[in-house]
């Protein structure tokens, strides 16, 4: 009988100590129709034109991109809420699936880059921006073989991409 319990009890350790700690999609998943939080979810397709200004190194980049998603919470009326909400983002962020690539500072913004996957295949690149806490960004590239040169190739050419106006517009406040 001590055997037994001895197990049981040990086996309910090992299975309370495997609990998943909430992982980023699934934090997306959960907040995309909660109040405060616009969201954004395309495939690259969408703003991948052919008429696009694109050198064919940067269109090798943008193809290494499956999809674009984007998260943001405006305050309503609480601040503690926004300052909660990021706080759980950046535990998430921290977990060892994320790498810290880039952190920013200023007086207005409080800014972040961090990767998943290895440095040749990057599954995943994450973008946070805090503005004084009254409003946050998560913007999330899912990556296809991406790797940091192309993400860096990707970045540079922001500017020459046409992103979806009208989609955009509920960002306007970050871009």
């Known amino acids: 009988m001590k ?21 980023l999609q699934s934090y997306f998943v959960s907040h995309q129709e909660s109040p405060g939080f616009v969201q954004l979810d395309l495939p690259v397709s969408t703003f991948l034109t052919d008429d696009l200004d694109l050198s064919d190194r940067e269109k090798e980049a943008w193809n290494s991109v499956r999809r674009l998603n984007m998260l943001a919470f405006v305050v309503d009326d609480t601040l503690n809420s926004a300052n909660t909400e990021y706080k759980t983002v950046e535990q998430i962020l921290k ?66 991409v046409n992103f979806n106006a009208t989609a955009m517009s509920q960002f306007e406040g970050f871009l």
Request: contains cysteine; positive net charge; hydrophobic residues 40%.
């Open 3 to 23: 055997i037994f319990k001895l197990i049981l009890a040990s086996s309910l350790t090992v299975l309370l100590s495997c609990q998943k700690q909430e992982s």
């Open 95 to 160: 977990s060892s699936e994320y790498e810290q690539l880039l952190q920013m500072k200023s007086e207005e913004f409080k800014s972040s880059v961090f990767s998943k996957g290895s440095e040749d295949k990057i599954d995943e690149m994450v973008l946070t921006l805090n503005q004084d806490g009254k409003r946050f960004l998560v913007a999330r590239l899912l990556g296809n073989n991406m790797t940091l040169r192309k993400a860096g190739i990707i970045a540079n050419s922001l500017d020459r």
